[in-house]
């Protein structure tokens, strides 16, 4: 029967590990989320692990050698507790799983607003304005309703900079 195990990876290697242990035909699940990352003054969207440094393995221990999870590239070893590697319940698996949207990325913090909730700007240009919540976009931004000139106009913002009014 298979069970999922935690991997413990070598830094930034995550994806690889993930490669190198489907190359060998053990299920790999590494949940992904997307996050936004300034660098040299801009401001970009990256994929990133959701547990840096981890990864999961699905492994039948009775039939599959497991122990050759520790000698692949990428991996420094399996969570293990004495001699055997510790399973991972299903059901913490299947409540990551539970959050990933249609691209697979694991959606965190899902905003508590609601649609037509005031918000009010706390950071960036627009600061101390206020606006209207009219949808949350990749888990990071929000489409709001901003007053300009008389009239409401979109904008998309990062969801750090509001706050509710």
Same mark, same amino acid.
Do not use: F, L, N
């Given at each position: 029967m298979i069970q999922w195990y935690a991997v413990y990876t070598q830094p930034g290697r995550e994806a690889m590990a993930a490669r190198e242990l489907a190359n060998q035909a053990f299920g790999v699940y590494l949940p992904r989320y997307q996050k936004m990352r300034r660098h040299a003054?801009?401001?970009?969207? $990256? @994929?990133?692990p959701l547990f840096p440094r981890y990864l999961f393995v699905g492994i039948d221990t009775e039939t599959q050698r497991w122990r050759s999870v520790n000698?692949?590239?990428?991996?420094? *070893?399996? $969570?293990?507790?004495? =001699?055997? /590697?510790? /399973?991972?319940?299903?059901?913490?698996?299947? &409540?990551?799983?539970?959050? =990933? @949207? &249609?691209? *697979?990325?694991?959606q965190l913090n899902p905003p508590g607003f609601r649609r037509g909730q005031a918000l009010r700007i706390v950071e960036g240009p627009m600061a101390d304005t206020e606006a209207l919540f009219e949808e949350a976009v990749d888990g990071n931004r929000a489409i709001l309703l901003v007053s300009l000139l008389g009239r409401l106009v979109r904008t998309k913002m990062p969801l750090r900079q509001v706050e509710a009014a």
């Open positions: 003054g801009r401001t970009s969207i $990256v @994929d990133a000698g692949t590239r990428g991996v420094i *070893g399996m $969570v293990m507790s004495g =001699e055997r /590697p510790i /399973p991972v319940p299903d059901s913490v698996i299947a &409540e990551i799983r539970a959050r =990933e @949207d &249609e691209k *697979g990325y694991i």
